[in-house]
């Protein structure tokens, strides 16, 4: 809160490294935790990385970028439920596959929509251990080395697009959405979500 609390804090940094303990010196100093909590709560929403790896080959570049290497399927998801997510893949060198995670209920029942570099896309999703292919297709061509990609949830149907283009429109559970990659390493900008 515009540093209201920083000159309490010096002080609490101050007993705790003398060995004081850590709750009576933060009552004391700061005031009480329980008072407290559901501002912090607040405050660290906007001060925590919005992502959450699914796996642990993401990190967070910022507000909005993310950057992922992989040798097998991975995603990052937004921490929050979304009902539309939109990111832009910045197309490397040689080989890539990625695009959105669009349907995640857990780390083994998840959809995605992976683009590549020959020009491809297709829908996949993984249950009961297996992938199960829902739609291939021919992707849009990229726009100066990106896809705008978008994902957007209405009940459990989710319409998927790259570069304003339809890719489909699928019944899928799981309100979490982000971004995912295969076999690559890929850079994501410009997410938005709501």
């Known amino acids: 809160e515009d540093g209201k609390y920083q000159k309490a804090w010096k002080q609490l940094a101050k007993k705790l490294d003398g060995g004081q303990s850590a709750s009576n010196a933060f ?4 005031g009480d935790p ?7 709560l607040e405050w660290l929403k ?4 919005p992502f959450v790896p699914v796996w642990n080959e993401w990190q967070g570049q910022g507000a909005d970028s993310v950057i992922g290497t992989s040798k097998v399927t991975s995603a990052c998801r937004a921490r929050d439920d979304a009902t539309e997510l939109s990111a832009t893949l910045n197309v490397p060198e040689g080989a890539w596959k990625g695009g959105l995670l669009i349907g995640f209920s857990d780390a083994d029942s998840y959809t995605v929509v992976l683009l590549n570099n020959a020009g491809g896309f297709s829908i ?3 249950a009961e251990g297996k992938w199960i292919v829902l739609k291939r297709g021919t992707a849009p061509d990229q726009i100066e080395g990106t896809y705008r990609l978008k994902a957007v949830r209405a009940g459990d149907s989710i319409t998927v697009s790259a570069n304003d283009v339809e890719l489909g429109s699928f019944e899928l559970k799981g309100a979490k959405l982000g971004v995912c990659l295969e076999n690559c390493t890929l850079r994501f900008t410009d997410i938005q979500w709501k």
Request: charged content about 40%.
């Open 27 to 30: 009552k004391k100093t700061i």
């Open 124 to 126: 996949n999703q993984r």
């Open 34 to 40: 329980k008072k407290l909590q559901p501002k912090i």
């Open 46 to 49: 906007t001060q925590q990385e």
